[in-house]
């Protein structure tokens, strides 16, 4: 196959498209630049659809000229790799799931993929106002994330296990779930997890700290540390 020469070429023009949250709903695919996150989908044994490399760099894909693939690419520096791949969507499964509302951050929602990750989490789903979790920034902040944790689209209804609400300063510190399943629920920072979801919640509970909040994601990676360290053996 010839080496891409123009930004212009249609395949690029198609890969450029995925930096739109439109264009990603619409085809179902989303893209992950750079040798990193190509490696972490083949670990998880996720196909790419496509692969495009620069010319002489020796990697796998359809070579193209530097210069045009750094302009398709998100990163200012540039890339030597871009995969495209097909979105995946499960159910809200246990036995610890995540729930996000409302984190319009991808760089928080990609973080928070990196700690659920971590932390052996077995799904992060997400409800209204979220950033998509398929998006650039939220690919690149979750350093592979996400092709190892589960996504799901979901309602607090449908969350498993044991619902825990993150409300800062209300209810009791947060501790490990009782027994079996359970699912943390974090809203955004400043506007929470509206009075609906928490209702649908068994336990509220906040992250005892000094200040007046935290971080979305930071609240996050402390909640399921104290959850799966109060779980452990």
Known sequence: MKTITSHHNPALKELRALQRRRARERSGRFAAEGEDLVAAA???????????????????GVEVEPQALARVSTLGSGTRVIGVYEQRWAAPVGPLCVYLHGIRDPGN?????????AFGASAVALGPGCADPYGPKAVRASMGAVFAVPL?????????????????????????????????????????????????????????????????????????????????P
Request: hydrophobic share 50%.
């Open 42 to 60: 083949e670990a998880a044994r996720w196909p790419a659809l496509a692969r495009y490399s620069s010319a002489g760099s020796g990697l796998d």
């Open 109 to 117: 929602v990609g973080t928070i993929l990196r700690c659920a990750h």
């Open 152 to 232: 799901a689209r979901a309602s607090a209804a449908e969350l498993p296990g044991e619902r825990i609400a993150l409300v800062p300063g209300d209810g009791e510190p947060l501790r490990g779930p009782a027994a079996g399943e359970a699912t943390v629920l974090v809203g955004a920072e400043r506007e929470g997890l509206p009075d609906e979801v928490v209702a649908e919640c068994r336990r509220v509970a906040h992250i005892p700290v000094v200040g007046d909040s935290l971080n979305a994601a930071v609240a996050a990676a402390v909640a399921l540390y104290e959850l799966t360290r109060m779980a452990a």
